[in-house]
């Protein structure tokens, strides 16, 4: 079955260091990646994405993501860190089969910004 | 703000009753979709719509049902609600049902079953 790992719940970084959120997927076929970020009582918004062709992805806010096929991996990057980048992570594969899409969403990692 | 709204934003009820929750697409997308976010179960695909019609289903309860209307929002109605049912669910829309297309998504509702 198709799934998303986010290993790590809560992560704490102090403003100004670099930034890696990890992200394993179980697809069988090429994925549709995608990280999404929720800010507090906020709706989700959509980082990055990675569909097909160059590995490492840009992103707003920063943001890049490199796609790892032989790890089954999606890592989110930032060199620097921001106290506004403090948010709930998410990331998604996307699922096509049959004309529908829908999301498969990890757990989640919440990140910390220390002043 | 991605265009996507959603009402109401908060909505407090008692078990046993009946809710139902508003979406409006950003303006051009046909498609609509439903989540549900909660402490247990994370963020989790309830049901999709494509231009009125239902397209797929995830874990969506037998209690809960959705619609989508001619002028394209989208309607989830709750039943014999639970104290599980308590969750934020999000509406999301894209402009078609294919991967390729990203979601856009709502604010939320916070339901609280009390």
């Known amino acids: 079955a198709q799934s998303v790992t986010q290993p790590d719940i809560h992560i704490t970084v102090s403003e100004g260091a670099s930034l890696e959120l990890r992200c394993n997927y179980s697809?069988?076929?090429?994925?549709?990646l995608f990280w999404y970020v929720q800010s507090p009582g906020q709706g989700l918004q959509l980082l990055l994405k990675y569909f097909s062709g160059d590995t490492l992805v840009q992103g707003i806010k920063g943001f890049e993501a490199e796609f790892k096929r032989s790890q089954s991996s999606f890592n989110l990057r930032k060199p620097s860190v921001h106290w506004s980048d403090a948010a709930e992570y998410f990331c998604?594969?996307?699922?096509?089969?049959?004309?529908?899409?829908?999301?498969?969403f990890g757990a989640g990692t919440r990140l910390a910004v220390h002043p | 703000d991605s265009g996507v709204t959603q009402t109401p934003k908060h909505l407090i009820t008692a078990t046993g009753q009946r809710v139902t929750l508003r979406c409006s697409p950003r303006s051009g997308d046909l498609s609509v979709y439903w989540y549900q976010q909660s402490l247990d179960q994370g963020l989790q695909f309830l049901i999709q719509y494509y231009n009125g019609e239902e397209r797929a289903k995830g874990n969506i309860l037998e209690r809960f049902s959705a619609q989508q209307f001619p002028d394209l929002h989208s309607e989830l109605n709750l039943s014999s609600l639970e104290l599980g049912d308590s969750a934020l669910y999000f509406c999301?829309?894209?402009?078609?049902?294919?991967?390729?297309?990203?979601?856009?998504f709502g604010p939320g509702t916070r339901l609280t079953v009390t």
């Open positions: 999301a829309s894209s402009v078609a049902p294919t991967s390729t297309h990203e979601q856009y």
């Open positions: 998604a594969v996307g699922l096509w089969s049959g004309g529908y899409n829908k999301l498969i």
């Open positions: 697809y069988g076929a090429t994925p549709y």
